[in-house]
């Protein structure tokens, strides 16, 4: 069951469960990551769910934090559904390309296809901030190039911040 809340006409807000809420306990990992959620193919809620479980089960992360889910408009291709994004905040001790590898065998085990830039997909698990890095390279550039340009990102931020 969510709770959902209308921002204006192109976006939408959902909170439930598990998501806008702060699960803080001790880690014994090294660094704290912001990572952005998305998805607009199939049942993403349902899928953000699964995934909310993986995390919590899986021992090389811990899970701190998750934002409220935003419904949004596509941007970049926009023949396609709107997207539901949202904010999680893990505690983990791999290293940034290990832990981008790691997000990338996480989307494939969720059926992540990787066809075209801002194609449809059933999950996009983007590093938007790894603790208080910076870096850029071909691969990898943290904090996020455009976080604070897409409302996809600063709107669940600030349910995270508040």
């Known amino acids: 069951m969510y709770i959902k809340r209308r921002l204006n006409e192109s976006l939408t807000t959902f909170k439930g469960l598990h998501f806008g809420s702060n699960l803080r306990s001790k880690s014994f990992h090294r660094y704290r990551v912001t990572v952005g959620i998305g998805g607009n193919v199939g049942d993403v809620k349902r899928r953000f769910e699964h995934l909310f479980t993986f995390f919590k089960r899986d021992k090389r992360v811990e899970l701190l934090e998750t934002s409220l889910i935003l419904k949004n408009p596509p941007f970049g291709f926009m023949g396609q559904d709107d ?80």
């Open 83 to 162: 997207f539901l994004n949202s904010i999680i905040i893990l505690q983990v001790s791999m290293q940034p390309f290990t832990f981008l590898d790691y997000l990338h065998r996480v989307e494939k085990k969720f059926a992540r296809k990787r066809s075209f830039a801002n194609a449809p997909r059933t999950l996009d698990l983007d590093i938007i901030f790894f603790d208080n890095r910076f870096m850029k390279t071909k691969r990898l550039t943290v904090p996020h190039a455009s976080w604070f340009e897409r409302e996809s990102v600063m709107i669940p931020l600030m349910d995270i911040n508040r």
